[in-house]
């Protein structure tokens, strides 16, 4: 976060030359910043902020953050999803704090994907900023959201979901249309049916289940 108060300045001939001082986050006012879509977070011990001698502040703090996100499965493992993080300080109104993104989204995708875990289930694909004012209370508050693009890895459910299952349909077709005999089919069937029921199990088990319509691979 950055921001300018013009009543925190000074001439660094003054003062040895000093152009930037360090000062605890309660020193100084600093706004309020809030995350709508945060569940639960865990912030750092950072508690200090850079002030140059022009009045310009300057506040860090990297914190780790649980969000809310509506996940559409239908397509799992093909599945894309997008979340969104909303930026917000509903205690001043745009009158008095206007908040406002220092980087274009392609700088924001650019740093981002230096900081993830490329080597996860997920790939980043895009983020997109929407800068907006939410109506409240009579009032206008600042907003912006992140629109933040993901696309599911699937070699690993290929591998061993969708693989295992399309060669247990070949196999049960292959014992159907077979020449065996009556016996031999039947004994071949439940083989089958246990494979199948114990696939279903670990299937169960994998795949995700926050989302209002269950996966096509579930469902058949």
Known sequence: Q???NPFATWDPQDFCNISRIILPKDAYWSPHIFIL???NGQNSNLDYMAVMHNGLFNFTQPFQVTLTC?????????D????NLSIASFLHPVTDLVVRMKRSPAEMMKNSLSYFLTDGEWKFTNLSILQYFEDMN???YSV????ISMERRPTLYVLNLILPTGGLYLLDMAVLFGPS?????????I??????SMLAVILNDILPTSSNKPPIIGTH
Do not use: H, N, Y
């Open 144 to 147: 912006f959201t992140f629109a």
């Open 2 to 4: 950055e921001w300018k």
């Open 138 to 140: 009579d009032e206008k």
């Open 181 to 189: 005999t009556l016996e031999e089919k039947i004994s071949l069937q």
């Open 70 to 78: 509506s996940l559409m499965i239908l397509k799992f493992p093909f």
């Open 37 to 39: 879509e945060r569940v």
């Open 80 to 83: 894309t999803q997008k979340c």
């Open 191 to 196: 083989a089958i049916i246990l494979g199948s």
